[in-house]
């Protein structure tokens, strides 16, 4: 389908939802049939030895029996499985998204509800979902990383992602860049009958504050930082090395060194210190 203009749609796309409304509940039934599988797969030899062990009987005779202490290894199994079914759950779930990927390349613009593009970008999205969702409940901090190079979305190095929401279609984000606690990365937005799709990049060193929202188009250059509580237009560049604060970003202001920093503390509290004495000085005049 060709691309329709976006100019038009640059308002009311800045409030809409960046959640498709409709689940797809299917693919996340069988990313957990998946997950169940190969878990029970891999232990039923362990199951097994320990049916042996309480009961005296096998219910696979073709397996070995094992001894009495695999029941200490009860704990360690447990946790192992957890990481097997989360992982299991991610590599099968990235292998779908590389098909549907194949069988239909996503691509940028403007689409009408029920075209083709509309409609595989709605499947990548929940194929993606859960595994993502399952990658940040894992005590690993890298985890959600991982998953996001699996998907196919540009993270650099050293990059720190808290727990927030980032799409797993054009996306980039360079070297050393830290993204804080609640942030939504959207490079599709939805409104009424249409979705947005443009590609997001985030430059070398960034700061994304908490509770901020990127959109779509969206460019951070090198060194910027989007301000707590802020959000940006559909297309906006922010400059590097500049806080930029707003909703939507309408103001920037200067990165203070450290030095900068503290001498305003100490010019403050100079003036402080200055406006207690007068205050101080008028009381002892009114007294006389």
Excluded at 50 to 62: D, E, I, V
Excluded at 107 to 119: A, D, H, L, P, T
Excluded at 156 to 184: H, K, Q, W
């Amino acid at each position: 389908m060709e691309n329709t203009n976006d100019s038009q749609f640059r308002i009311e796309y800045i409030s809409t939802s960046g959640v498709y409304k409709t689940p797809f509940t299917l693919i996340v039934l069988l990313q957990l049939f998946v997950g169940c599988m190969v878990v029970i797969s891999v232990n039923l030899w362990f199951y097994n030895d320990l049916y042996f062990l309480l009961t005296g009987k096998r219910f696979l005779s073709f397996i070995l029996i094992g001894q009495w202490w695999e029941w200490f290894l009860l704990p360690l199994n447990i946790y192992g499985n957890l990481l097997l079914f989360a992982f299991s759950i991610i590599l099968f779930s990235t292998a779908i998204f590389k098909i549907l990927t194949k069988l239909y390349p996503p691509i940028e613009g403007v689409f009408e509800r029920n075209s083709k593009e509309w409609k595989y970008t709605h499947r990548r999205f929940w194929t993606a979902y859960f595994p993502i969702w399952l990658a940040r409940s894992l005590p690993l901090p890298w985890s959600d990383i991982f998953v996001y190079r699996f998907l196919g979305v540009r993270i650099g190095r050293n990059v720190v992602a808290y727990e927030g929401y980032i799409d797993p279609e054009f996306v980039e984000i360079e070297d050393y860049t830290m993204t804080s606690l609640n942030i939504c990365i959207f490079s599709h937005l939805i409104y009424q009958d249409k979705i947005l799709i443009k590609k997001v990049k985030i430059g070398k060193t960034c700061i994304v504050g908490p509770q901020t929202i990127i959109s779509p188009g969206t460019i951070l250059q090198d060194g910027a930082i989007l301000g707590v509580n802020s959000y940006t237009w559909v297309d906006q560049v922010l400059e590097g090395d500049l806080i930029h604060v707003g909703t939507p970003v309408n103001k920037t202001l200067q990165i203070q060194s450290v030095e900068q920093s503290q001498n305003k503390v100490e010019r403050i509290k100079g003036d402080s210190l200055e406006e207690i004495d007068n205050r101080g000085k008028n009381k002892s005049g009114d007294r006389k």
